[in-house]
């Protein structure tokens, strides 16, 4: 059977085809068989039965009559019909009345005996043959029955050769089946052989471009259809895949890449906190290779770690544990994590992710990154060491402008009051000269001496005194403008300016100028200090201004997120590019010849502005007036 | 004023003291005037006159004092003379070469009378002296008046 | 007897009383036999066409009061006679010898060889109404054969 089942379909449909032909042919000419036994059969039957009517017929009257002689008679009729091998008439008691035998006849069953009355047509085959009994009727009466027996060898001759013919009918048929059968199987396994072998190539050249080409609309049509659709999604999943693999690898190539280059160390922990995973970057920070970490339960008591105040780190508090205990994410802990090979410890911020199960039932992994800001701390822990001798130094130097200018002008007090004394002194000498008796010569030199050289000397010692003294003082004052400490409030710039030109008034008397004001707004500062830096400036605008032309003085404002900008404009005779930065510097005067202060004016602007957080600018042309732009901190 | 008045001077520079007395002479002032070098001094001193059970409503004492001083500077003294009972009633005129608005504010605040800068303007000082003299014929010395040097 | 056997091969006349199973089946005799006993024996338990049998004497005058009549032999001569009367009659006439179916009977009986022999006068069965089964006439001499159709 299972060879069968793996011969082509061609010739399985050939012989499929044969078989159901011989087979329906033997089971159609088997009911025929059968049908011709049956109808040879009931013609015997009813042959043998008219026979047996008729001869019967005959036998009425011998039996009514008792005319055995007649009987014999009658049955020698049957002589004429050769398949007739004998018969026998029985009485109505059923007993023997008489008999007929061809012959060759044996009579096997022994009919000559009694037999019991038979009412009705009976047939029945036996060894001897075909029988049949036929009672004898004339109008109701029954005289008796009438037994012919016929030969069993015409029914089977005859059977015998209508099989035969059969038989080779049927061969016949089996024969010439297989032409038609051959050539119309094509019809159906050429459609399939044709796809099978496309089905073939298809897997072997793994081409899935192919397509089928439909023969007809029936079911194996839509095999094809089925089959060309199936290679549409092959191609079409095909397709898909590769560009889903292309960017699937260009994504692990990146994250691969990614993760071993970033600068964050990463490692993914187990649940059983074993390390899975760990980058270039935390190898780095652990001194230890990814393989080495990977070998055992992590412990990270090896690393000495510490809190930022240098004690030891609590090992409950690395963020993957605890995120593995609460599953939550733990973000940005501290901690100080000796390396073995910098001998020294890092400073990272650790936090960790637990990655759960697709489920969201248990954690798979947890994800922790490690930020080393060692050198960000050292830096900043620099910076402060730095800002603290900057204060420090700062404070220092403050203190010794501050000592120091007060110490100096103590001798200074000294100097100016006892040169006052000499003067006061040589006054007396003066007056007691002038008594004195002296030649023309001696009292020209004497008079030369007390009322020139004499006054002359003290007259320049006293400028330098006052120079000396108000340097100091200015030192002075810019120190206390460093030390003092700040009241800043909301400041109404309207009415602080409009102050400080009021206090200006004595300065502008007399000389054309005009200062004029818009609607300032509300800076953030202390007022004492803010009215020193207007005070400076709009002084310095009087100070410089042109003396041929009328002087203007113009405030206006601007703003930005962050400061109210003042500026303060006049038409003066502007400050040289090269001057611009200096002017602020101390002690430097533009024209030291021309007018009069210590050249400390703008350097205190600059240093309260500067104190304020704020801004100090310039813009100026000789010639042309400058512009002095002043951002303090905006108003709350 | 009167010639009972002492003038308690306190100034570690030689010549500051001398330029002082010299200008306070020469303005008219003829009291009595004690100097002394350092706080400590004249803390000692006035100690050692209450001790001694000195009245100072029969001999009212005027201190100027220079802040800048070695051992016990001038802030100090002002400190514990305004807050000794029957010291405080002293008035007090501090004299210094600094001029720093948050000295000048504690001192006045601590007590003192006046506050004089230095280099003085010796005529307005004498005016000073008088204007404080004159109150010291009365027991207390209201120690809110401030005279503006 | 054979009576009863052979009348089952002829059928009677149509309206004849043989049809009716209620009325018995009438044998008459007309003249001396012996079979009267006989058949008195004999059909005094046994049906004729499935009816009670009487057998009974006839005269000329009741001749026709049977449905079978049997003649005697020594009546011979008589048979015109009894033809005539019998000629509307539907009755069976039987004679004991050959001569009586020459004579009008329709059926006479011999024995010859220990065998009973039946000639039958066809002609005269049928113009009385009577139908005689051809297995009969197979069986018996037929004189004046009538195609029967």
């Not at chain 1, 009987?71 to 109505?92: G, R, S, T």
């Not at chain 1, 039932?361 to 060692?374: C, G, M, Q, S, V």
């Not at chain 2, 280099?119 to 000082?125: A, G, S």
Request: charged share 25%; proline share 3%.
């Amino acid at each position: 059977m299972k060879r069968f089942r793996d011969t082509s379909i061609k010739t399985k449909l050939i012989m499929i085809i044969i078989i159901v032909t011989v087979m329906s042919s033997i089971i159609g000419f088997s009911g025929v068989l059968f049908y011709e036994y049956d109808n040879m059969r009931s013609d015997l039957e009813s042959e043998t039965g008219m026979s047996a009517a008729l001869v019967g017929e005959f036998c009425v009257t011998p039996l009514s009559f008792l005319d055995e002689s007649g009987a014999e008679e009658a049955l020698d009729k049957l002589e004429i019909i050769p398949y007739i091998i004998a018969a026998y008439v029985y009485d109505e008691d059923g007993k023997l009345f008489s008999y007929y035998h061809k012959q060759d006849y044996l009579d096997i069953s022994n009919h000559r005996i009694k037999i019991d009355p038979i009412r009705e047509d009976t047939s029945y085959t036996n060894d001897d043959g075909f029988n049949f009994i036929k009672p004898i009727h004339y109008g109701d009466h029954y005289y008796g029955s009438l037994q012919l027996i016929a030969s069993n060898d015409r029914l089977a001759s005859g059977l015998i050769n209508y099989f035969i013919m059969v038989i080779i009918v049927i061969i016949f048929i089996g024969l010439i089946s297989i032409f038609p059968a051959s050539s119309l199987q094509s019809v159906i396994s050429n459609p399939v052989l044709s796809l099978a072998n496309l089905t073939q190539r298809i897997t072997n050249n793994k081409d899935y471009s192919v397509r089928a080409k439909k023969y007809a609309n029936d079911e194996i049509g839509l095999l094809y259809e089925g089959f060309n659709n199936m290679l549409d999604q092959i191609e079409r999943r095909d397709r898909h895949r590769d560009i889903v693999e292309m960017a699937l690898r260009e994504s692990e190539e990146f994250h691969r890449v990614l993760f071993e280059t970033m600068i964050q160390g990463v490692i993914y922990f187990s649940p059983e906190g074993k390390v899975i995973n760990a980058n270039i970057a935390a190898e780095k920070l652990f001194n230890m290779s990814s393989a080495e970490l990977k070998i055992s339960k992590f412990d990270l008591s090896y690393w000495n770690v510490i809190y930022e105040d240098g004690t030891a780190f609590d090992n409950e508090e690395f963020p993957p544990w605890i995120a593995m205990n609460t599953a939550k994410k733990v973000e940005n802990k501290i901690m100080g994590i000796f390396n073995y090979k910098d001998n020294d410890h890092h400073w990272v911020m650790v936090s960790a992710i637990p990655i759960l199960n697709e489920t969201g039932t248990d954690i798979r992994r947890i994800y922790t990154t490690f930020n080393d800001f060692t050198t960000r701390k050292k830096i900043e822990e620099e910076r402060e060491i730095l800002n603290k001798e900057l204060i420090d130094k700062n404070t220092e130097l403050e203190q010794i402008v501050y000592v120091t200018s007060h110490d100096l002008r103590s001798p200074l007090v000294n100097i100016q009051g006892f040169s006052n004394e000499i003067l006061l002194s040589i006054n007396e000498l003066k007056s007691i000269s002038n008594k004195m008796l002296l030649n023309k010569n001696d009292q020209e030199t004497l008079s030369q001496i007390l009322d020139v050289d004499i006054p002359e000397s003290f007259s320049f010692i006293e400028t330098s005194i006052h120079r000396m003294d108000a340097l100091l003082k200015g030192l002075l004052k810019l120190s206390r403008y460093g030390r003092v400490n700040l009241k800043i409030e909301n400041l109404d710039m309207n009415q602080l300016t409009k102050n400080v030109i009021k206090t200006m008034e004595y300065k502008i008397k007399g000389k054309n100028i005009s200062i004029r004001k818009d609607h300032l707004p509300k800076c953030f500062g202390d007022e004492d200090q803010i009215i020193q830096v207007f005070s400076n400036i709009i002084g310095n605008a009087v100070k410089y201004m042109d003396k041929f032309d009328d002087g203007i003085i113009n405030i206006t404002s601007s703003s930005s997120d962050k400061y109210s900008v003042y500026h303060i404009q006049d038409n003066g005779i502007g400050i040289e590019k090269q001057f611009h930065d200096k002017v602020f510097e101390l002690f430097h005067r533009l024209s030291p010849s021309e007018s009069q202060g210590e050249g400390l004016g703008l350097t205190i602007v600059k240093k309260i502005v500067d104190r304020h957080n704020g801004k100090i600018s310039l813009s100026s042309e000789i010639g042309k007036g400058s512009t002095f732009f002043v951002a303090l901190p905006k108003h709350k | 004023m009167k010639k009972e008045v002492t003038l308690l001077v306190a100034e570690d520079d030689p010549g500051h003291l001398k330029l002082l007395i010299n200008n306070l002479r020469r303005a008219g002032v003829k009291n009595n005037i004690l100097t002394f070098q350092d706080g400590k001094e004249i803390i000692d001193f006035l100690f050692s006159e209450i001790n001694d059970g000195i009245e100072l409503s029969k001999s009212p004492y005027l201190m100027l004092l220079d802040i800048r001083m070695p051992k016990i500077d001038g802030m100090k003294v002002l400190e514990i003379v305004k807050s000794d009972k029957k010291l405080s009633i002293i008035p007090v005129i501090m004299l210094t070469t600094a001029d720093d608005p948050n000295d000048i504010d504690l001192c006045y605040e601590l007590g003192c009378n006046t506050y004089i800068v230095k280099p003085v303007d010796y005529n307005n000082l004498s005016n000073a002296l008088k204007k404080l003299g004159m109150f010291l014929s009365v027991i207390e010395i209201p120690n809110t008046v401030k005279l503006i040097s | 007897m054979f009576i009863e056997k052979f009348t089952r091969f002829i059928d009677w006349p149509t309206g004849s009383n043989v049809t009716a199973l209620n009325k018995p089946f009438i044998i008459g005799i007309y003249g001396e036999t012996d079979i009267k006993d006989e058949l008195v024996q004999i059909y005094g338990k046994q049906n004729i066409l499935d009816k009670e049998v009487k057998v009974k004497n006839l005269g000329l005058k009741n001749i026709n009061d049977c449905d079978l009549l049997i003649i005697a032999e020594n009546k011979l001569a008589d048979m015109p006679k009894i033809t005539e009367f019998l000629k509307d009659s539907k009755v069976l006439t039987i004679g004991e010898t050959a001569d009586f179916a020459e004579e009008g009977a329709m059926i006479a009986y011999v024995l010859k060889d220990n065998k009973i022999r039946f000639i039958i006068n066809q002609k005269q069965a049928v113009d009385c109404g009577f139908k005689i089964s051809h297995l009969l006439l197979n069986l018996a001499e037929v004189i004046n054969p009538v195609n029967q159709k």
